[in-house]
């Protein structure tokens, strides 16, 4: 009973992480389910759905089709969609039902690769993973099929995990493009958000990778470990911090060496951010060198990744373990889904509301804050004048 | 490294022979890993000298996300390093879905990159009933599949349905077959019987394995035929027969 939610909703889980980051690829993404899941993306996970015309397909699975694992029933009708629509790849993800049953998602894309012999991604998803680990797993797979190793090319960067359950669809992926481009750098491929093939295919030789979510992470040590690229873990965040990046940039390109940018002293103070590591992380950052507020703990809602994070922030995994710690009355202030609201009333701190779609999905999405320039600047700056109000 | 599943219809000596096969090899000097794929958790009784070790589905019921490698693979006297993945209680909840469950817990761990065997073996319950059973032919799992078999009808029945789903599994480039033990019962024109099979699923006899009651004496004292009669003639029908497995990879 420990993980019944009462306010907060399940979280995107791993397949719309993985439709999500193909959405701007030409292919065809089919979810092994019985029309549950791929309505959950389309209609509650994907802001760039609506307007939008992708070819995102359920297999319609029934029970006498998991009962039986009638695989080439769902490869006939693969085939016939692809017939239709000449795509230039073909995803098949698996859902809560395929897992339980045993389904070989991998093994089915095999076949239907040699049979139609386009590439054919196959993955084991499961629905009970959260988003940011089928966005990792989807960039792995496709750059394992797709780069190709080239002579480096000086200025350029790739961006790393970028997708709309973290960006939304306003302007933050061009707007952190745009941010690294006005320093000088060239983006090769911005991963996944706006992104092509043939970007993914050069992708190697970037002199760096820029990681801006925690789902970049694990793609960035595997081309770290494949092409000796270094990567600096950051989101641009507001308006002056981002200085800051391009010189990490710099070092790591001359140096080589990977970096994740976190300030000393920090402290389990006043603040609790909760939502994805990276994005907290980023907005600890702007408050520990903007405004010289270091008592700031992130509380990770979709895991806590050692790589990124901090010894006291937190590892939240069921409602009521936030309920418990906010109930503490440690924190003045918490940053988050405006959904946690009903979480916080109950203690004393104040929200400062930042919508997150893995969170509260369509609700607030046409809120989403943008993450470079005044925006945030000004949201930062203001938690940071309450949080003097309240020391006072 | 080379992974092997063993099947067969239950009953039929499959973990009785995994284990001598398993011991004999630990004898040659291979690092051997061999894991039981039964709810019923015995595989690795003898090998473990009747000691019964925690499963890994048990051990991730207890210890949830603290669970760690020390918790689910145990190393014989032997050598060998022995896993039961488990299953649940009887009657409920499903073992196929918990053979998936294991194997993906091991390899989330790294069970293989940590201990580094030369071969490991899957002693796989009866016949490919579900996804969860035929798991260990799928790709990344076995790289052979071989079947013990009698000359009794049923058990020749199992072994060529469990053929067919090798076969089914062959366009995704899986475990290949990789031939048929013959576990002797005694049962009329044994060999005759159990050579039309292999004929018929494309496969050969790799060893046969008379009957012999020194086997159950090892059971009985819960060691295998290699450690309790080393000496004995079953002892190195085993040995012969971890020698044809080897030749076979």
Redesign the interface.
Known sequence: MSQLSRYLPPFSSDYSGICSSLFDLDGMVVIHDAHCCSMNYVNMDEPRWYGNKKPIFSSGLREIDAIMGDDDKLIRKIIKAYHELNPEFIAILGSPVPTIVGADMEGIAQELENELEIPVFGFSSTGLRYYNRGISDTMIKLIKRYAREGSKVDKNVNILGLNALDFSDNSNADDIREVLKSAGWKVSCSFMMGCSIPEIVNSPRAAVNVVVSQSGMDLAEYMEKTWGIPYVAFTPMGLNDNKKIFSMIEEACKEGKSRVIRSDDLYDGEILIIGEQLIANSIREVLASQYGVKGVTVGCLFGKDKRLATDFDIDFKSELQIARKLKENKYSIVIGDPLLKALVDKSQAKLFALPHVAVSSKLYWHQYPTFVGDEMENFIGEVSQTLKNILI | MKKIAIYGKGGIGKSTTTSNISAALSEKGYKVMQIGCDPKSDSTKTLMHGRKIPTVLDQMKEKGENIELEDLVFEASNGVLCVEAGGPTPGIG?A??GI?TAFEKLEDLGAYEKFKPDIVFYDVLGDVV???F??PI??GYADKVFIVTSGEMMAMYAASNIVSAINN?G????AKYGGLILNSRNVENEVGLVSKLAEETNGSIISILPRDGIVQQAEDQNRTVIESFPKADMANCYRELAEQVINRL
Not at chain 2, 171 to 174: E, M
């Open positions: 499903c196929g879905r998936i579900c996804g969860g035929a798991m799928r790709g599994f366009k995704r480039g899986y």
